[in-house]
Each structure stands twice: as structure tokens, then as C-alpha cells.
């Protein structure tokens, strides 16, 4: 049915073509969109971003940027830092823009990517054509579950006609906030940027990928990496990414490695595939995850991944992409870092792990979804204003 419909797509984070420094799930959603626009028409709203133009084309999608800008951060982050104002303002920017858009084009079907803003702007009020939600991952594992909080994100899920989660677990907190139909969709990485890199470094380095946050275990890391330099000669480790967790995490593991780390902040696309092929195993250990886009960027690039348990990723590294251990564990995670630096893992064999989560792959699961919502009658549940 493609090109033979329109569709709208909102969504908080539109990299722009070269990437993204605050985001890798935004990087890698560029790349689905870009993958829906070979085979679809229609329009895309996202926020302003710095240096990237508010007029945009890709293929049969075009792109509009609407005010005001973006957060530099993540949404979480900003909030966080008590950036409530300019959260606001941005949501209610992509709400207006969102149902000014449905007012005045004909659209057949609309897809939003996160559930706040962009699923409460496409559901706020009931939309008059199907809605398809993608949460990929904070905005049901961080925010879904409050009891109090909680509450405008379980409407979306209880108005969108389907909802996307990329894991089991996200499944799981979507049926139970209250979507009507939930279908599991995959995160991917993006092959032009995460291409396998062969050899892997002699020397014991660790990489880090992602929010530094609590959230995402760095803490727990920092304990793991000092139980580990006196007994691992050479040790050195290097970040990507930034977070209101980053000073504490970088004064433990730099007083850990004295001369020996690195912390790069945010860096685009490019710079993390570079980081990861110099380091010989990668390590993500979240306390809570979906499917994790740096997990699977780090497997792509052909390095071993020690992760903790938790998250859809988990059950492509125990096929031979790395180590799991305990959420929290400092040891186990110690002890896990220790053996990959000394394997022997084939870069090529971790790679073929996930070379199905590619862009084309994911986008042709959210068009045959397109396929199926228009092909039948709507079924419309009651749901409460």
C-alpha cells in the first residue's frame, strides 16, 4: 500500500542526517524514518534542533521543525535539572503543530515516536485516524508506572490503537497500562555508521556507551573498575555520552585509573563506532533497559558486550556476544570485564548476532502495521476524555 497513503510521523527527536550527539535512540529512529520515507508519503513534525534546518526531505516524507527548539539534553535529563519551562514549551509546540496538521491535510494513519510529547500530541483529543505509538524504552520503564505521575502516560497507551514497545518487558508495562493492542518491535543499528571492525585491540580497554545516570548503573561500574585496576595491568576505560550522574562517575573512575580515562561527553555517530572499535569489550550495566540501541551498536561493531539482566539485548548476548551479570553486582561485573579481556571472541560471530536489527527490517515491521490498521474496519474502543 505504500505511496498510495499518507502518514503522519511526530516525534521528539529527529536527528539530522549526519546524527545526533544526545541521543542514540533518536540517531537510530532517523535511520527507520529514512527507511519509511523510500516507501511511504507524508509529513514529519519534531522539534527545532541546533544547526539543522526547519524544512527537510526524506524521499516521500517532508520534514518540519517546529518551535521552539529541542533540550540539548534528554527530556529525563532536562526535567531532571529543572528544566520544567522549556519541556513545556516544547510539548506544547509539537501538540499545536500536530493537530494543526491534522486539521488541515488529509492524513491516512499517524505513528509517534515516544509517548510524550509526541503520543500525547497525536492522542490529545482522540485522534480521527489510527495512532501507532513506538516507546522505546524511559517513557514506560521511567514514567508508565507512577501512580501519580504516571497518569497522562498511561491515556496515551490507552489511546493509541497500537503500541510499540522494542522488548518483552516494555510489553509488559504497556498491557499493563492499559494499550488495547501491543506488538513488539525491535531496535536497530544504523550499517553506515556501526560497520564491523576486525581486529580487537590487544590492549584492556573498556568502553561505556550512553546516559550517565544512576539509571544506567554507572555507579555500580565505577565500583567494578576499582576492583579491577590493581589486577588488570594496563587497564584503561573511555566514555561516550553525558548526564547529571557524570561528574561523581568521573572523579571514582578517574581517582580508579589515574591517567588512564577518557570522557568524551556527547559525540555523534561516528565518534562512538570509533570508540568502540578501539576498545576490547563494552560494557552497559543498566538497572532497567528495553532493548538497548548502544548494546546493540557495541555488537554490531563486533565487541563483546558485558551487560546486566535486564532487557530484549540480554538474550542476544548470551548467544555468544558476551557476559550477563546480577543488576547491582559490582563483583559479578568486575568479574565478567576480567574474563571478556581476556577472551578470544570472533568480532565476525558477534556481529552476525545482530545483523537482522537493521533499519529496512524495522521499517517494513511498522509498514506492514500500516498495511494491517488500514486494511480492516476500525475498531475504536470507549475510552473516557
Partial sequence: MGGHRRILIVTTNLAGPGGDETSAAGNMYRAVIEEIGRRESGLVLAPRAADLP????????????????RPAESLEDALRRGRVIRVGG???GLWRATRR?????????????WTFPAGWACT????????????????????????????????????ADVVTPCGSDGVEQAEAGGARSVVQVPVAFDPRVFRLAGRVPDRPV????????????VHVLGEALARLAPT???????????GPDREAFEQAVRAALPGRSMFLGAVPPERVAETLAGARVAVLPSFGE??????IEAMATGRALVTTDTGEHVDVVRRGGGSVVPVGDADALASAIRAELASTRDPSAIRRLVEPYTPATVAGRFTDLY???LSEPRARASVAA
Fill in 101 to 113: 496538521a491534522m486539521a488541515e491535510e488529509r492524513f491516512d494513519l499517524a505513528h509517534a515516536f
Fill in 232 to 242: 588488570v595491568p594496563g587497564l584503561s576505560f573511555v566514555a561516550c555520552g553525558d
Fill in 206 to 217: 573498556v568502553a561505556f556507551v550512553g546516559r550517565m545516570t544512576r539509571a544506567k548503573g
Fill in 54 to 69: 526547519d524544512l527537510e526531505r526524506i524521499d516521500g516524507l517532508h520534514v518540519l521543525r517546529v518551535r521552539p527548539r
Fill in 290 to 295: 528495553g532493548m538497548s540501541v548502544a548494546a
Fill in 124 to 159: 490529545h483529543p482522540r485522534a480521527e485516524i489510527p495512532v501507532i505509538l513506538t516507546a522505546p524504552g524511559t517513557d514506560l520503564h521511567g514514567w508508565s508506572g507512577k501512580r501519580i505521575a504516571g497518569a497522562p502516560f498511561r491515556s496515551v497507551l490507552q489511546r
Fill in 371 to 373: 498495511d494491517e490498521l
Fill in 90 to 92: 516544547m510539548a506544547w
